[in-house]
């Protein structure tokens, strides 16, 4: 079975790491990425479609039909940010997407990256758990295949990745030493990437995906 995807967020780094690991997979017959901005790569594989605004997808509808997942990657800091701007970037939006690609494909297997340490019972004192815990809760009510929440910690990236900022670059010099010291908290982006082929093709036991999970969906 080969699989058609949607990916969202190519532009960040966990979305471009999953992008590159879909494109040299051999199950993924193609890759929608939906953009706000032109992401400049070139691919057999690969497709994009621009969307100034993920609030209104009404002219693109017909443009993202036929996929059997969607594997959602984007996403913002809460750094300087109020609980209404971010429950908005955060909850609204993939929201709205996720309601509309459910509708136009009602196979599809809608993968959610969220964070480690995400508050499911939505009452924590961390806003942005809270936040990440209502919009995982609200996507598994959605008529989907399957629903999967990821909960990754640190990430290495692929090679090639374009999107790391000179921070993100820096630290990835003290990765093997962070792996060393505490191996249960950190993952490959191809990790990542191949967890999310194998639950839309072989499915996972759990909707929520913790960082073992993550790695033990790679290697079934």
Request: charged share 20%.
């Amino acid at each position: 079975m080969k699989i058609k995807v949607i990916i969202t967020g190519a532009t960040g780094m966990v979305g471009e790491g999953v992008l590159l690991h879909c494109l040299a997979n051999a199950d993924v017959a193609e890759v929608l990425i939906v953009n706000r901005k032109h992401y400049d790569r070139q691919h057999p594989k690969l497709k994009e479609l621009l969307v100034p605004d993920f609030m209104d997808l009404t002219k693109v509808a017909d443009q993202l039909t036929g996929y059997d997942a969607c594997f959602f990657c984007a996403g913002v800091t809460s750094v300087g940010k109020k609980e209404p701007e971010y429950t908005h970037l955060t909850y609204d939006i993939t929201l709205n997407f996720a309601e509309t690609v459910a509708k136009l494909n009602p196979n599809l297997v809608f993968t959610y990256v969220s964070g480690a340490s995400t508050n499911s019972s939505e009452q924590g004192s961390v806003m942005w758990a809270r936040v990440k815990g209502r919009t995982e809760n609200a996507l598994f009510k959605l008529p989907y295949k399957s629903a999967y929440a990821f909960r990754p910690g640190i990430m290495k990236p692929v090679d090639g990745q374009q999107s790391l900022n000179g921070v993100y670059r820096w630290f990835m010099w003290l990765y093997p030493v962070v792996n060393f010291l505490a191996p249960k908290a950190t993952l490959t982006l191809h990790e990542v990437g191949q967890a999310m082929i194998n639950c839309v093709i072989k499915g996972y036991p759990k909707p929520v995906l913790e960082i073992e999970d993550i790695r033990a969906a790679a290697k079934a």
